[in-house]
């Protein structure tokens, strides 16, 4: 739905250096899912947020990455020091009350670590 | 752990006519979600049909339907009257009802093709 809006659509990192990926959820919508697509593969989970507040992020590896959704702004997926492994498309999803069953996609952030 | 399988990697159909994408499922709940999404190559992930667990009757969204077989942890989609737009990867997905955390658990997809 185009209402979430992830950017950069497409991301080049070398491996080293950090990849910080974005998204604005839907207006009204205050929690927001991250999940990560390997090629030919469904989405993964990675992890759930509600305004200031990590709700699950059973989804994310332990080291490297990070997630937050501050009170005013959008929703941030850092990864650090990237490596070939972490290329793959990242995809943020919201919802105004929690429940899946009622979100929303965005378009995606593709990273490519060279 | 809940898993979702796709048996079908890829599938091709003619314009116009019908076809059936496979999902299997496994879970000990009893009260769950079951969704299809359509990923073009846009890769926009979009919502074809959503089929709550406790409700008996197959959903149904225009020329997508569902057969829901809860005994057999089946869900297959239906597409009928199949359009070149149809053509994307199609992925089954399961979700717990309520209890923490919601997260969609993806099988590996379908690729659909449809030919003129």
Not at chain 1, 39 to 62: A, C, H, R, T, W
Not at chain 2, 66 to 95: E, H, P, W
């Amino acid at each position: 739905n185009a209402g979430v809006m992830q950017n950069p659509r497409h991301l080049v990192r070398r491996r080293g250096q950090e990849a910080r990926l974005r998204c604005s959820p839907m207006k009204g919508h205050s929690h927001v899912y991250w999940y990560r697509q390997l090629p030919e593969e469904g989405l993964k989970f990675m992890v759930y947020l509600q305004k200031e507040n990590i709700i699950d992020e059973s989804g994310m590896p332990k080291e490297r990455f990070s997630a937050e959704f501050p009170k005013e702004g959008p929703s941030i997926l850092r990864i650090q020091q990237v490596v070939r492994g972490d290329s793959a498309a990242y995809f943020c999803a919201s919802s105004p009350s929690g429940g899946l069953n009622e979100a929303f996609f965005g378009q995606g952030t593709r990273l490519t670590v060279v | 752990a809940q898993t979702v399988t796709q048996s079908q990697p890829e599938m091709s159909v003619q314009e116009a006519e019908t076809v059936t994408l496979s999902c299997t499922y496994d879970t000990s709940e009893s009260n769950y979600y079951l969704f299809w999404y359509k990923q073009p190559p846009s890769r926009q992930m979009i919502l074809v049909i959503r089929q709550e667990a406790y409700k008996q009757q197959n959903a149904t969204e225009n020329r997508f339907s569902v057969n829901f077989q809860k005994a057999a942890k089946s869900f297959s989609l239906k597409i009928s009257d199949s359009q070149l737009g149809d053509t994307a990867m199609y992925f089954c997905a399961f979700m717990k009802h309520k209890g923490g955390s919601e997260k969609l658990v993806f099988g590996k997809g379908t690729k659909l093709t449809v030919n003129p």
